[in-house]
């Protein structure tokens, strides 16, 4: 015990740790260890396949040779927050005033955890879809929050159903948080859904965190921006980030914009928590900002090919599944297979040495589904079909006889 400090109660760890359940990716990272690594094809991971383009590495390249080495603002460079908002009122017609409506951060990720704790006390509650983004839950306890996560289905697109929220509000229902399009299911809300939330959300004077971080990433459909629906700007705080737009996931920056009060509560946080964002990261963000319009409309046609194929293929399978709007997820059925999402996981990698994300880990509504990314190269997206397909019909074979 030397040197080991422990608490009066002979515990090391928060009680708010043991609250936060392991991921589940444990158990099947071991799994997919223990395979050979050559012959696996993952569609697991939710990052792009892209490398950031290289005007955008150059801009940090430059930025370093400039000296550019230090800590920034600790709400991120001026230039950068003045052409974040730009970008959004551009698009969606929101303006936001960079110098106290806006904050930049390590990643969204950052943004998500700093708004949660600028905002919750402990035990209020927070309204999440399921499923959810595997992050979400955790975030919202380790701000001392409750997660109340409201159940959507595979008959009505997954989509965030008003009557749904309202039956989940009680006194302790802070805010809600959602992101569209949403990480697993690819499911994009349409503007009239989005109105539907909103009556709610004035109704009862809630809070909304809207992660934004897919908004670039859709196919044929319009992003609806939350914070443009009316009166919605005043009580949102909108994420967003870098990462799966511009290709820049190892870049960690990302961004919040919302009213001048809450991004100031966040901001106290970010100042004694993060001190600053990265100083080269956010030269390169700049750029992307400035130059990367071309780049987004490259990856964004690529994803959508691949996008159609994996959904065709799926479908064809007989593993239904809806053609998503946005992110770069499918989320198909395997109930018809008679597995669960972890056994047909398990059984998929070890006899076909295929990864995908069992459903279950983003919540009860994802158990029965799995979630694949097609941010993978498109032969590996055809040949991860060919062998789930095999696979499929040699399983259904085995249960008929
Ligand atoms: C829905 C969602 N929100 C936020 C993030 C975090 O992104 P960032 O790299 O900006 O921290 C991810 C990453 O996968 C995501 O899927």
Request: aromatic letters at 10%.
């Amino acid at each position: 015990m030397s040197g080991e400090r422990i608490n009066r109660v002979g515990k090391r760890t928060s009680h708010q740790i043991d609250l936060v359940s392991d991921v589940g990716f444990g158990k099947f990272l071991n799994l997919l260890h223990s395979t050979s690594p050559g012959g696996v094809i993952s569609l697991g991971v939710g990052e792009p396949a892209f490398t950031t383009p290289w005007h955008i590495c150059e801009a940090a390249f430059d930025a370093l040779k400039a000296g550019y080495t230090g800590y920034t603002p600790s709400a991120g460079f001026i230039e950068l927050r003045c052409a974040v908002a730009q970008d959004i009122e551009s698009r969606y017609g929101v303006r936001y005033d960079p110098e106290t409506e806006v904050v930049i951060t390590v990643g969204s990720s950052q943004a998500m955890d700093l708004a949660l704790r600028a905002i919750l006390e402990p035990g209020d509650e927070v309204i999440i879809p399921d499923p959810y983004y595997v992050c979400y839950p955790p975030c919202i306890t380790l701000a001392h929050g409750i997660p109340i996560p409201v159940p959507t289905s595979y008959e009505n697109e997954f989509k965030l159903e008003a009557a749904q929220v309202e039956a989940q509000i009680t006194n302790r229902t802070k805010a809600i948080l959602f992101g569209y399009p949403a990480n697993p299911t690819g499911t994009e809300m349409s503007r009239a859904d989005f109105e539907e939330i909103a009556s709610i959300v004035t109704k009862h004077n809630l809070l909304v965190i809207s992660d934004e971080i897919y908004s670039r990433l859709t196919y044929g459909v319009e992003h609806t921006c939350f914070p443009s629906l009316p009166g919605m700007k005043e009580c949102t705080i909108l994420l967003a980030g870098f990462s799966k737009t511009y290709a820049m996931t190892g870049w960690r920056l990302g961004y919040a914009a919302g009213p001048a009060d809450l991004i100031a509560a966040m901001s106290k946080i970010h100042q004694h928590t993060m001190l600053s964002p990265s100083s080269m990261a956010q030269m390169a963000a700049i750029e992307a900002l400035k130059g990367g319009e071309i780049d987004v409309k490259r990856m964004v046609d690529e994803y959508d090919r691949r996008r159609r194929v994996i959904t065709q293929g799926f479908n064809k399978i007989g593993l239904r599944c809806h053609e998503p709007k946005g992110a770069f997820y499918v989320f198909p059925s395997v109930e018809d297979t008679g597995m669960t999402s972890e056994k047909f996981t398990e059984s998929l990698l070890s006899e076909a040495e295929v990864v995908v994300m069992p459903g279950n880990l983003f919540g009860k509504r994802g158990e029965g589904f799995v979630r694949c990314s097609y941010a993978t190269a498109m032969s590996d997206i055809e040949e991860a079909l060919r062998r789930i397909a095999y696979f499929v019909e040699r399983y259904r074979n085995r249960t008929r006889s």
